[in-house]
């Protein structure tokens, strides 16, 4: 059979995104063909550069290639970012807002939010963070970049603040703003006005495909906030396993829910303890999240276990070790963040998260 552009796009028909359940021509995602006599060139653009399926995708390409006679097969994989339809006016800029929320305080929430958009950037996005949690930020200690404040500039919407560029993530935290050790009490209202001015009208982001925003635990003003001045794609949850974190965690879940974010995930963290010889001891009842995302009827992007490192690494200001040492730590870490990507291209895609999934381990 001779080989045609043709030939070619009909055969890359019969391969699915297997996450977003449709074939990459119809998605857009063949973006050139070259055929040379028997051999075929061409590029495939993945919805997220944290794809965690891109290798499923090469090898069905290159199977159906062969099917119809390719010889040679010269794939190149880039990524683009999908993001989420945009409210008019609302940064434009950022193609997906991700919002990470917790039911009570201290599960690890800005933890996750920090290691999220850590990951993220490795993969290569360009990945804004955002201190919500504007009660008791944590970014100032987690990013190391306490007492260092952000420099102002002249744009064509006026004076505004340019997040700090740091670790590979464009930052902004109240922390930078206000005194430190000064308690911050927010009023309702106030609350609102903060981070509004912290999002929108203050600071000049740049071009992001994904801005985390660590958002205060439980279920007060800034979540309602947020989901009524930007379009956001959806909402990370994150729990620990005990009863009683996951009582205020499906809470939390059903706020997002109400305020018409759509849920992307939960993360389970301090699943259990890794000891040093890499057994693992359940300390707080492993499975607690998981079971909460499974009768929910929500996506489970994966568990983190309690690693000394974790901790170490988030008080000494150095996320990036944590995707550097620790192994265990490190494929957590990762699988979560190409799972939220999955997620993230899915909830673009309208695609809802009850879709089968494909697990991929
Ligand atoms: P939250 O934002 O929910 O209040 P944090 O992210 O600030 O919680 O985490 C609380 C503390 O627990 C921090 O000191 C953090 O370094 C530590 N921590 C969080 N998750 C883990 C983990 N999986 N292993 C070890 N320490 C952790």
């Given at each position: 059979?001779?080989?045609?552009?043709?030939?070619?796009?009909?055969?890359?028909?019969?391969?699915?995104?297997?996450?977003?359940?449709?074939?990459?021509?119809?998605?857009?995602?063949?973006?050139?063909?070259?055929?040379?006599?028997?051999?075929?060139?061409?590029?495939?653009?993945?919805?997220?550069?944290?794809?965690?399926?891109?290798?499923?995708?090469?090898?069905?390409?290159?199977?159906?290639?062969?099917?119809?006679?390719?010889?040679?097969?010269?794939?190149?994989?880039?990524?683009?970012?999908?993001?989420?339809?945009?409210?008019?006016?609302?940064?434009?800029?950022?193609?997906?807002?991700?919002?990470?929320?917790?039911?009570?305080?201290?599960?690890?929430?800005?933890?996750?939010?920090?290691?999220?958009?850590?990951?993220?950037?490795?993969?290569?996005?360009?990945?804004?963070?955002?201190d919500g949690?504007?009660?008791?930020?944590?970014?100032?200690?987690?990013?190391?970049?306490?007492?260092?404040?952000?420099?102002?500039?002249?744009?064509?919407?006026?004076?505004?603040?340019?997040?700090?560029?740091?670790?590979?993530?464009?930052?902004?935290?109240?922390?930078?703003?206000?005194?430190?050790?000064?308690?911050?009490?927010?009023?309702?209202?106030?609350?609102?006005?903060?981070?509004?001015?912290?999002?929108?009208?203050?600071?000049h982001w740049?071009?992001?495909?994904?801005?985390?925003?660590?958002?205060?635990?439980?279920?007060?003003?800034?979540p309602l906030?947020?989901?009524?001045?930007?379009?956001?794609?959806?909402?990370?949850?994150?729990?620990?396993?005990?009863?009683?974190?996951?009582?205020?965690?499906?809470?939390?879940?059903?706020?997002?829910?109400?305020?018409?974010?759509?849920?992307?995930?939960?993360?389970?963290?301090?699943?259990?303890?890794?000891?040093?010889?890499?057994?693992?001891?359940?300390?707080?009842?492993?499975?607690?999240?998981?079971?909460?995302?499974?009768?929910?009827?929500?996506?489970?992007?994966?568990?983190?276990?309690?690693?000394?490192?974790?901790?170490?690494?988030?008080?000494?200001?150095?996320?990036?070790?944590?995707?550097?040492?620790?192994?265990?730590?490190?494929?957590?870490?990762?699988?979560?963040?190409?799972?939220?990507?999955?997620?993230?291209?899915?909830?673009?895609?309208?695609?809802?998260?009850?879709?089968?999934?494909?697990?991929?381990?």
């Open positions: 059979m001779t080989i045609t552009r043709e030939a070619v796009l009909n055969q890359l028909r019969k391969v699915n995104d297997p996450e977003l359940f449709k074939d990459i021509v119809t998605l857009g995602m063949v973006k050139e063909v070259v055929v040379d006599g028997n051999d075929v060139a061409l590029t495939v653009e993945l919805t997220t550069p944290a794809c965690p399926l891109k290798d499923v995708i090469e090898r069905d390409v290159k199977q159906a290639l062969a099917d119809i006679g390719v010889g040679e097969v010269r794939l190149t994989l880039t990524a683009q970012t999908r993001g989420a339809e945009k409210k008019q006016g609302a940064l434009p800029q950022v193609k997906n807002i991700i919002a990470v929320g917790a039911g009570k305080g201290g599960v690890g929430k800005s933890t996750v939010a920090v290691n999220l958009a850590v990951g993220l950037q490795r993969a290569g996005a360009a990945v804004g963070l955002m949690d504007i009660y008791g930020p944590s970014l100032p200690t987690m990013l190391g970049i306490k007492g260092q404040t952000p420099t102002v500039i002249d744009t064509d919407s006026g004076r505004k603040i340019r997040p700090l560029l740091v670790h590979g993530l464009y930052a902004i935290t109240i922390g930078s703003l206000v005194e430190p050790e000064k308690p911050l009490i927010w009023r309702g209202p106030m609350a609102h006005a903060a981070l509004k001015q912290l999002l929108l009208d203050n600071t740049p071009e992001l495909d994904y801005l985390i925003v660590d958002l205060p635990p439980g279920t007060g003003d800034v906030t947020l989901c009524q001045i930007v379009q956001v794609t959806g909402a990370v949850v994150v729990a620990t396993p005990q009863q009683v974190a996951i009582d205020d965690a499906s809470r939390a879940v059903r706020m997002f829910q109400q305020l018409g974010a759509p849920v992307l995930g939960v993360v389970e963290n301090m699943s259990c303890f890794v000891a040093p010889d890499g057994s693992e001891h359940d300390i707080f009842g492993r499975g607690g999240a998981k079971g909460m995302a499974e009768t929910m009827g929500l996506p489970f992007l994966g568990e983190i276990p309690m690693f000394p490192e974790l901790r170490i690494n988030s008080d000494a200001g150095k996320p990036h070790a944590n995707f550097e040492h620790n192994v265990r730590l490190r494929q957590s870490l990762e699988s979560l963040v190409g799972r939220l990507a999955g997620e993230v291209s899915r909830a673009n895609a309208n695609l809802t998260s009850t879709a089968p999934k494909l697990e991929v381990e």
